[in-house]
C-alpha cells in the first residue's frame, strides 16, 4: 500500500515538473479543506456511528495487511484433526485457549460439545459472515467517499469560479485565482482515485482472502464432526486454495484423489464416546451427517 501511494504521488509530480510547473501550486489550502472535509462530511450522512467505530482498527488492519497464510491455517487444522482423532474432549477443549483465531476456537467449542453438523455449520457461517459485513461496512463507506470526492471538487471550482467573476477588475490576479479554483477540481479527482477508492478496494480483497482462509476452517471443523480421515482432509482443504497462495510447501496438493470428495475413515476409530471424528456424535449412536 505505501508503495502504490508512493508511486502514484511521484508519477504526478514527474509529470508537473516536466511540464514546467512546480510542485507547491498544488498544495492550496483552501480548495484541499473543501475536498477533504466536505467529502467526509458528507459521507457521514449516508452511515451511521455505529457503523464508524471499527473504521480505525479495519484501516489499520488494510494498511498492515497482515492475514495469516492458507497453509498456516490448513496446518492447524490438520493438526486439530489429528488430535481430535486421537485425544479426548478435555484435550481438545484445552487447544481452544491456545489458539488466537476465534473461528477455530468457535469450531473446537462446537465440536467439544458435541454439535451436530448442521449446528455447528450455522454457528461458524454465522460467525463468518458477521466478520464479512463488519469488514465491508467499512470498505463501502470509503467506496462512498470515493464517489463523492470529484463531484466535491467541482463544488469547490465552482465556488471559486464565483470568486473569480466577482474581480475581474483586478485582472493580474484572475490567473492566480483560477488556477486555484481547478485545484479543487484536483483534488476531489486524485482522492477518490490515489486514496478512497484503492483504500476501498483493498479492504475487498483482504475481505476476500481472509473469508477464504475462514473457509477452510468450516470445512474442516465439519469434516472432522463427520469423521473424515486426516489425510482426506488435508488433501480437501489444498483444493480450497488456489497453488499460488499456498506456496512451494502446499503447491500440488490438494489435486489428486482428495480434490472431489472427503474420504471417510474406513476403521481404526476409537470407540469410546468421547473421542471425535469417529463419524459418531458424541453421546449418541447416530451417524453424524456429512458436511
Not at 463531484?151 to 492566480?176: D, F, K, Q, Y
Request: hydrophobic share 45%; aromatic share 6%; glycine share 12%.
Amino acid at each position: 500500500m505505501i508503495i502504490g501511494v508512493i508511486a502514484a504521488f511521484a508519477s504526478l509530480f514527474v509529470m508537473v515538473i516536466l511540464e514546467g510547473g512546480t510542485i507547491s501550486s498544488l498544495f492550496i489550502l483552501a480548495p484541499m479543506i473543501i475536498v477533504f472535509g466536505g467529502t467526509i462530511a458528507v459521507s457521514l450522512m449516508g452511515t451511521t456511528l455505529g457503523d464508524l467505530k471499527n473504521v480505525g482498527k479495519i484501516f489499520g488492519w488494510a494498511f498492515k495487511g497482515r492475514l495469516r497464510s492458507p497453509q498456516e491455517v490448513i496446518d492447524e487444522v490438520s493438526a486439530l484433526s489429528a488430535k481430535a482423532r486421537g485425544g479426548s474432549l478435555l484435550e481438545l477443549e484445552a487447544e481452544a485457549e491456545k489458539t488466537e483465531d476465534p473461528l477455530i476456537r468457535s469450531a473446537i467449542t462446537g465440536l467439544a460439545d458435541g454439535l451436530d453438523s448442521d449446528a455447528l455449520a450455522d454457528l461458524l457461517e454465522a460467525q463468518k459472515g458477521t466478520r464479512q459485513n463488519e469488514v465491508m461496512t467499512v470498505s463501502n463507506w470509503f467506496s462512498q467517499m470515493g464517489g463523492y470526492a470529484p463531484t466535491i471538487g467541482i463544488v469547490g471550482t465552482v465556488a471559486s469560479l464565483i470568486h473569480v467573476m466577482e474581480n475581474l477588475a483586478e485582472p493580474e490576479n484572475i490567473g492566480h485565482m483560477i488556477a486555484a479554483a481547478f485545484v479543487a477540481t484536483l483534488w476531489g479527482l486524485l482522492t477518490a482515485n490515489f486514496f478512497w477508492h484503492p483504500i476501498a478496494t483493498r479492504i475487498r480483497r483482504l475481505c476476500e482472502l481472509e473469508q477464504a482462509n475462514m473457509e477452510v476452517i468450516v470445512e474442516g471443523a465439519l469434516s472432522i464432526q463427520a469423521g473424515v480421515n486426516s489425510t482426506a482432509l488435508t488433501d480437501r482443504l489444498h483444493s480450497l486454495i488456489p497453488d499460488y497462495r499456498l506456496g512451494a510447501s502446499g503447491k500440488g496438493k490438494g489435486k489428486g484423489k482428495g480434490t472431489g470428495t472427503a474420504d471417510h475413515d474406513g476403521g481404526g476409530s476409537a470407540s469410546s464416546s468421547t473421542h471425535l471424528g469417529t463419524g459418531a456424535t458424541s453421546g449418541k449412536g447416530k451417524k453424524s451427517k456429512a458436511a
